[in-house]
């Protein structure tokens, strides 16, 4: 049972736009950043977003990041074939613990 | 180049200690948050133990009092002692380098290594 809940798959049809959500609570997404994290299958996990809603160099604009409370969410827009992989929230809590969702396997149709 | 490899994964029968390396390059480890995380067999990611720049260290519940977080300042290498070891063990073991911001701490896994395989079985 991971700390932070997302759903468990999530889908789309190339070009459009797909969300994942994240929801964790008062210790951890409520005060503190959250960071999204991409794994291609057989790979070590990308940063993809990081403090809410940054991107790292190299990380293209169709991805987006936002938070509110102690809920976030992942935005892909203009869903690609490549961007099929697995997406993880993550954020630190009040314990200075890190904690992770369980994981969201996207599939672009 | 910016980079990790882990190293001394492999097969362990339960109740045995093993201990992981990951050696980087490119930075300095102890200039530096460290990280391991884990990922069971067809699982998500778990967060195993964090050592800060000053030394500090954290642990997940699930193994605190078992593994060890340390480091070789010589060697520019971490490490991870796991002692009584259990099935449940049995992952991927990543390190990653944590940024941190001295107002709010740890910060985002920025650079991860390729992972080691440990498996916990009889």
């Known amino acids: 049972q991971s700390v932070l809940t997302q759903p468990p798959s999530a889908s789309g049809t190339p070009g459009q736009r797909v969300t994942i959500s994240c929801s964790g609570s008062?210790?951890?997404?409520?005060?503190?950043?959250v960071y999204w994290y991409q794994q291609l299958p057989g790979t070590a996990p990308k940063l993809l977003i990081y403090?809410?809603?940054q991107r790292p160099s190299g990380v293209p604009d169709r991805f987006s990041g936002s938070k509110s409370g102690t809920s976030a969410s992942l935005a892909i827009s203009g869903l690609r074939s490549e961007d099929e992989a697995d997406y993880y929230c993550?954020?630190?809590?009040?314990?200075?613990?890190?904690?992770f969702g369980g994981g969201t396997k996207l599939t672009v149709l | 180049e910016v980079q990790l490899v882990e190293t001394g994964g492999g097969l362990i029968q339960p109740g045995g200690s093993l201990r992981l390396s990951c050696a980087a390059s490119?930075?300095?480890?102890?200039?530096?948050?460290m990280s391991w995380v884990r990922q069971a067999p067809g699982k998500g990611l778990e967060w195993v133990s964090v050592i800060y720049s000053g030394g500090s260290t954290y642990y997940a519940d699930s193994v605190k009092g078992r593994f060890t977080i340390s480091r070789d300042n010589s060697k520019n290498t971490l490490y991870l002692q796991m002692n009584s070891l259990r099935a449940e063990d049995t992952a991927v073991y990543y390190c990653a380098r944590v940024e941190y911001d001295w107002i709010n701490g740890p910060d985002a896994f920025d650079i991860w290594g390729q992972g080691t395989m440990v498996t916990v079985s009889s």
């Open positions: 490119g930075f300095t480890v102890s200039s530096n948050y």
């Open positions: 403090r809410n809603n």
């Open positions: 993550a954020a630190w809590d009040d314990s200075l613990r890190g904690v």
């Open positions: 008062s210790s951890n997404i409520g005060s503190n950043y």
